[in-house]
């Protein structure tokens, strides 16, 4: 699992884009007519992972770099001239320039999907951003599978448990040139900066559970026997706001008490199903005692921003 997690980036990421760059750039294309479908290929494919991709082992702002290759190819080529003929000849020219266009195709449907994502399925609960300070990078949020995992709990017998987390979100802090950690998939959780980064009580609620015994755990090893692991569930206006994958001892408040926006609730760890340091924060109607993240999940807005996959928060936010 760590092998794949590691190279299946690399290889989407880094080596497909550069190959398809170096083949729009330096590559024989028979007829006007592939040119154009390999420039719609390479374009696409470049906007397909920059909105959909999981930007945690290279930085985010690669695809702008992409895109930035894609212009200037096609300018080298315009000012190069064009004397090729405009349509294929021959049958396996027609068939590949078909097959290419429809890959360009099938990575428009990809895009127009991640785009609806960045609409709430209904009006969002507005809360304030949980963390203090940093850069911080959205890896889950939105309104389709395609951007937000979390999602894939919203139907299903199985899921019913913890289908208030469906459209969830997911963040972890970033440095200046967009990475999250020093290294690929270091073992020890205080390696990831947002590792021991206060969480701030995103509304003024009670606390009706709060948990703080679970391990953290060794990336990218999960405790799927305590899903949400050392968390804080906040009743915000008749809300839940479930924080969760808290550091084990770092939970600081009790079930019962008032706490005000502002007020930290915990640090930022690596418990329960997670397979590396983030905070997940969720907003749902309220639960059962047995099955407190089966509420009716509610999609959220931070500070007047619907959250979604890539995006970027800059935090600064005072805290007490």
């Not at 320039?97 to 969002?124: Q, S, Y």
Request: hydrophobic share 45%; with cysteine; proline share 7%.
């Amino acid at each position: 699992m760590e092998w794949f997690s590691l190279w299946l980036p690399l290889v989407s990421q880094v080596v497909v884009p550069v190959t398809l760059l170096a083949w729009l750039a330096f590559g024989s294309h028979a007829t006007r007519a592939r040119s154009i479908v390999v420039v719609a290929l390479v374009a696409t494919y470049v906007v397909a992972i920059g909105v959909a991709g999981l930007w945690l082992v290279v930085p985010w702002w690669l695809p702008f770099s992409y895109g930035a290759v894609v212009v200037w190819a096609i300018a080298r080529r315009l000012w190069a001239g064009d004397d090729r003929t405009p349509r294929p000849r021959a049958v396996w020219e027609l068939v590949v320039t078909v097959l290419i266009g429809a890959l360009a195709a099938l990575l428009i449907g990809i895009i127009g999907l991640a785009f609806a994502g960045r609409r709430p399925p209904f009006e969002p609960i507005e809360l304030a951003f949980p963390l203090r300070s940093g850069t911080y990078l959205v890896v889950n949020g939105g309104s389709e599978a395609l951007i937000n995992a979390h999602l894939s709990t919203l139907e299903g017998e199985r899921f019913a448990p913890y289908r208030g987390q469906s459209y969830g979100v997911d963040l972890v802090r970033i440095n200046r040139v967009g990475l999250r950690v020093q290294g690929f998939l270091p073992p020890d959780p205080a390696a990831y900066f947002i590792y021991g980064d206060p969480i701030l009580a995103p509304c003024q609620g009670r606390v009706v559970f709060a948990e703080d015994g679970a391990a953290d755990m060794s990336p990218p090893q999960a405790d799927r026997s305590h899903m949400v692991g050392n968390h804080v569930i906040l009743e915000c206006g008749g809300a839940w706001i479930v924080l969760g994958h808290m550091q084990r001892g770092s939970v600081a408040v009790h079930v019962g008490q008032v706490t005000e926006s502002g007020y930290v609730l915990g640090l930022v760890g690596n418990s329960g199903n997670t397979g590396e340091p983030h905070l997940h924060i969720h907003a749902q109607r309220p639960g059962s005692t047995i099955a407190p993240l089966s509420g009716e999940p509610m999609p959220i807005r931070f500070d007047g921003r619907y959250l979604v996959r890539n995006d970027r928060v800059r935090a600064d936010r005072e805290g007490s």
